[in-house]
């Protein structure tokens, strides 16, 4: 009996084997989202570049004499953002500024326009005199420039790129997004549209694979079918040798049509086989040809939850990421039992929801057979059961990774 890989030992094995794609030519910053750094980034210009209101009102300088005594002030320009201030001010005078604009010389506080007191003549009065500084974003208060603002392998989600922006960068080292080939196996297929022939499914996995791909960060090259045969699945994978990395589903198991570790291991090798995990177990990962090789379950939930654990993983450590995200997870009281046999890390799917107390509660789905598809979508977690726990009741805690937007 072969022994089962524990699921950490397998994601660490798999990790280790692979390396950031070589970073290419930078990109401009208004494509880069989605894509790692490459090099550590340095502050171009100052966040923000000058001194600026944050409110809309007056600039003061809050030593000034007639500003202390109460003295209503004369209002001697008027700035607008992306406007030049005027003249220094005079002793007796403010500026009539709004949110965004630079503060003129002399000036070191803002008043809201909500504190202050027009006059008749114009003038405006204000009750309190306000502290230096007050309202005013200095230059350089978010980001001075010359500092470290970001490292080789962060993700460039919304808001970096909005800081790097912010702080004058305009093109960006990258690593490339990882080039997937995915290829399904399985004689059983069809492909949708196709009227169902006698003994036929429809090949769902092919589309899930490639947008859980997509979702992940990865191009996909190909989507491909391959048959239950060992030439024509070599033949299949030697047209998807050009991307970075196979993703194949189906003919991992132990039937006679499954021919992808023997594949495998006639043209690459096999790293590892074989999981201590449900769904997923019979997950081998390797080499084709120098590629490196997922070998997903053909079930549908077993390919998703494996590439939800594994595969996602890997294409961000080819991406470049600097630490691969674990997948979010939350403490929740189960609301009735759950069934477990001891031997294999389960995934059980489930629902969800904040309780009264605002606890999490959460329900594993009835179903848990790992061609059961509608788990999934009716769910919208799966609760994570260690390897060797047994029959849970209800009350007890378990951990729970919410499938949130790019898995559901
Ligand atoms: P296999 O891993 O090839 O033994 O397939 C396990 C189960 O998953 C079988 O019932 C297959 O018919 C089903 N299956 C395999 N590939 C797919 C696919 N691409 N889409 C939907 N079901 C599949
Ligand atoms: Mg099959």
Redesign the pocket.
């Known amino acids: 009996m072969t022994t089962l890989l524990d699921l950490d030992t397998a994601l660490h094995r798999l990790l280790d084997s692979l390396e950031p794609l070589p970073a290419g030519p930078s990109l401009p910053i208004a494509e880069a989202h989605g894509y790692y750094l490459a090099c550590d980034q340095l502050a171009a210009v100052a966040v923000p570049p000058f001194a600026n209101s944050a409110m809309d009102g007056y600039a003061v300088a809050s030593q000034d004499e007639a500003l202390r005594r109460g003295d209503a002030l004369v209002v001697s320009q008027r700035i607008l953002a992306g406007g030049s201030p005027g003249p220094a001010l005079a002793s007796g005078c403010c500026a009539r500024i709004f949110t965004g604009a630079p503060l003129p010389d002399g000036a070191d506080a803002i008043i809201a326009q909500e504190d202050a007191r027009i006059l008749d003549d114009g003038r405006v009065q204000f009750d309190d005199v306000p502290g230096s500084g007050n309202f005013v974003r200095p230059r350089g208060g978010d980001v001075e420039a010359g500092a470290k603002l970001a490292h080789a392998g962060d993700p460039l989600h919304p808001a970096r790129l909005a800081l790097l922006i912010a702080a004058g960068l305009e093109a960006l080292p990258v690593h490339p997004r990882p080039r997937v080939a995915i290829v399904?196996?399985?004689d059983?297929?069809c492909a949708p549209g196709t009227p169902l022939a006698a003994g036929q499914?429809y090949?769902?996995?092919?589309t899930m694979l490639a947008a859980l791909a997509r979702d992940s960060g990865a191009e996909v090259m190909a989507v491909t079918h391959a048959p239950d045969d060992p030439t024509g699945l070599r033949e299949v994978l030697d047209t998807a040798t050009g991307a970075d990395a196979i993703i194949c589903?189906?003919?991992?198991?132990v039937?006679e049509a499954?021919y992808v570790r023997e594949v495998l291991a006639s043209a690459g090798e096999v790293s590892f086989w074989k999981l201590a995990l449900k769904p997923g177990k019979p997950f081998a990962y390797g080499r084709f040809r120098g590629r490196p090789l997922f070998g997903l379950?053909?079930?549908?939930v077993s390919a998703l939850v494996t590439f939800l654990l594994l595969v996602r993983p890997a294409l961000q450590r080819m991406a470049g990421a600097k630490a691969i995200e674990a997948p979010v997870r939350f403490p929740a009281t189960l609301t009735a039992a759950v069934r477990k046999r001891p031997g294999r890390r389960d995934f059980q799917r489930g629902e969800y929801r904040i309780g009264g107390d605002g606890r999490i509660e959460v329900s594993a789905n009835s179903r848990q057979d790992s061609?059961i598809l509608s788990a999934l979508t009716v769910g919208n977690c799966l609760i994570d059961l260690p390897r060797e726990q047994r029959d849970l009741d209800a009350g007890e805690r378990v951990w729970i990774l919410p499938l949130t937007g790019w898995a559901r």
Do not use: R
Not at 249 to 253: E, T
Not at 297 to 300: F, K, L, S, V, W
């Open positions: 399904t196996t399985g059983e297929l499914i090949d769902s996995n092919a589903s189906g003919g991992v198991s039937g499954d379950p053909g079930n549908p061609n």
